[in-house]
């Protein structure tokens, strides 16, 4: 069969766009090639409906070794006693729970996806929003916090069946224990989608939701380090609320129902060689290296929020204490996305994105996001950060000033000479 040269040409380039440029998407990393070489692997050859143990086709022997083990690692991970490592990604991993959960109609409690909330979190646009009834909270506008009062109000108030904790912009750590409580006093169940500081949950420097929280659900790329996925957790696990019985007669367990909203529920066959590459970063996720690199997230985070703040920058809260921030431009009189699409030009990728009370459409902003999970993985340092701010500032404050922009790109494509991607891939 004859070589696709189209398509590896254009692979070439976006391997040549990632090393030459500074990464701060805040829902980006780089894999290790280990994970890239699992995902690229023979796996992808087997189709494995069901699981471990229990398929609906012949020839799984091996693919269920690569799932028991990643399911294993990750239970040793988080100290879970269940997992499902098969949805194909965050948003499919919170719909099986809500497949599993919820009635259509029910009430969901969630963050305003305005406010830094997720699509999946009752946004109108999204089927979470379009099948159960979704209510919000948010952040407080004096300090970017949320607003445990209100949630707490709402909850009391509307008595919702589930309350969605987690976020796609908020730079802060979470008050799990709170938000249990007043699920426990309106007999609701407890979500937390840690998409975002999974990574950084998984060694111990943020709030641990698991002891506070049902159901646990995470992307596997991000701050996890893997490749794109998703995966569904519970550390104790529970009876069903609604007192539903297996064949026997026995009451069935949550992490039953959850396992029958995967497959066959949501989705066909899982993808064996993204699992694959799951279970090789949660190998990776047990080594000592990531712990040392966990924390140089934190404090490379650290490091550019009081960067950002010195030069002027409006971060929403303040500060950050996970992998990323969200940053206010209408002090510095520009849009979210005049930013995002300059300083693409001068190879400094990030995203546009609302921050609370914005005054801006959704395709517009008044602020951007910015994340340093990718460029720790390339080994960056603290002082580091002073020179990637300094470089985004000197693009801002030289918008439509081309010759400026020009001149910042070839500044990071030697700033990024220093920090080498993938050498072995020549």
Known sequence: ???????????????????????????????????????????????????????????????????????????????????????????????????????????????????????THGSPANFSGKTYQALFYGVKKEDGLVDYDHLEAVARAEKPAMIICGASAYSRDWDYARIRKVADEIGALVLADIAHPAGLIAKGLLNDPFDHCHIVTSTTHKTLRGPRGGVIMIRHDFENPWGLKDPKGNVRMMSALLDLAVFPGMQGGPLEHVIAAKAVAFGEILSDEYTAYAKQVVANAQAMAKSFVSKGYDLISGGTDNHLMLIDLRNKNITGKKAQETLDKAHITLNKNAVPFDDKSPFVTSGIRVGVAAITSRLMKEEHMETIVTLIDKVLMNIDDENVIASVKEEVKTFMKQFPLYPELG
């Open 1 to 119: 069969m004859q070589k696709d040269t189209q398509i590896f040409d254009l692979l070439q380039s976006e391997l040549k766009r990632q090393r030459d440029g500074i990464e701060l998407i805040a829902s980006e990393n780089f894999t290790s090639l280990q994970v890239m070489q699992a995902m690229g692997s023979v796996a992808t050859n087997k189709y494995a409906e069901g699981y471990p143990g229990k398929r609906y086709y012949g020839g799984c022997e091996v693919v269920d070794e690569i799932e028991t083990l990643a399911i294993n690692r990750l239970k040793e991970i988080f100290n879970l006693s269940w997992a499902n490592v098969q949805p194909h990604s965050g948003a499919q991993a919170n719909t099986a729970v809500f497949l599993a959960c919820l009635k259509p109609g029910d009430k969901i409690l969630g963050l305003d996806l305005s406010m830094g909330g997720h699509l």
